[in-house]
């Protein structure tokens, strides 16, 4: 078939195919001695394939030349392109979360000239039965990506224990490792397997606002917390809590979520 056909087939175009053959990596099949056509077979399109494949996997076009050499095997290149393809996916998951990393801390940005306006209450927090899971978070993006799994695992213990989830709450508390997140449910049943029973106690104090909408836009209520401690002269003193009001399943935005940050005053 002549260059522009095979091209077309093989989806690349006939400048790549003459540069293939100026390196010896794809010889056409035949040349006219007078026009100087190129000429290809169906069979050389498996060859193709593999230049191309070895391209795409970051190849020099010299190592191409060496590894096709070599006679690799379907299953040799098949495995090689997998374990490309992993690495690719890999790199696409954590260019997502850099992305939505720099996205939340725009959104924080343009929310500093709204703290002001938020609305905070003082009051106590009563003790809690909470059925829970937990983890260990180091990095921020690792609380979005975990803390909504575990609330569906334990629900899912919960109902299988015969027990009924009450309101949903997280908590969150700083250590040396990191931040220690936990996420469960008001619960008056018994023990079951794939959840723990907490006792929260009772808080005599806590500065609480009502975030309303996504979770992804959180991050802005939670630093309004700062400049309410520093009016008025206090700090925290004890675990931050997330108590999810409303959450209408398949829409963030209309979730209600109440934040509670127990503090002391300064003496």
């Known amino acids: 078939m002549k260059i522009g056909d095979f091209a077309r087939l093989g989806q690349v175009s006939v400048r790549m195919l003459r540069n293939y053959d100026e390196l010896g990596l794809l010889v056409p099949a035949q040349v006219d001695p007078w026009t100087n ?18 391209k795409d996997l970051g190849f020099s076009l010299d190592a191409v030349g060496r590894l096709l050499e070599a006679n690799l095997t379907f299953e040799e290149m098949q495995g090689m392109l ?12 954590n ?13 924080l940005i343009e929310g500093e ?43 899912a213990a919960i109902r299988a224990a015969g027990g009924e989830p009450g309101i949903g709450l997280s908590y969150y508390v700083v250590t040396a490792e990191g ?16 959840f723990e029973i ?23 209520s939670w ?13 925290p003193s004890g675990a931050s809590r997330e108590v999810y009001l409303e959450t209408p399943e398949g829409n963030q935005d209309s979730w209600v979520t109440e934040l509670q940050l127990p503090f002391v005053r300064h003496s």
């Open 37 to 54: 056509y190129r000429s290809y077979t169906a069979g050389q399109l498996a060859r193709l394939n593999r230049i191309v494949a070895l």
């Open 82 to 93: 997998r374990l490309r393809q992993a690495e690719l996916s890999d790199q696409l998951r």
């Open 95 to 107: 260019t997502a979360d850099r992305l939505a990393a720099v996205e939340a801390r725009l959104r």
């Open 113 to 155: 000239r709204s703290m002001s306006e938020r609305e905070f209450v003082v009051k106590a927090l009563p003790a809690m039965r909470v059925a829970e899971r937990s983890f260990t978070a180091t990095t921020q993006e690792e609380i979005g990506a975990r803390i909504g799994q575990l609330f569906g695992e334990v629900e």
């Open 179 to 194: 931040m220690d997140c936990h996420a469960g449910f008001g619960y008056t049943g018994g023990d079951g397997d794939g």
């Open 198 to 220: 907490t006792e929260l106690p009772a808080v005599p104090q806590a500065v609480s606002q009502v975030h309303l909408g996504s979770m992804a836009t959180i991050g802005g």
């Open 223 to 235: 630093q309004a917390f700062g400049a309410w401690l520093e009016e008025h002269g206090a700090e």
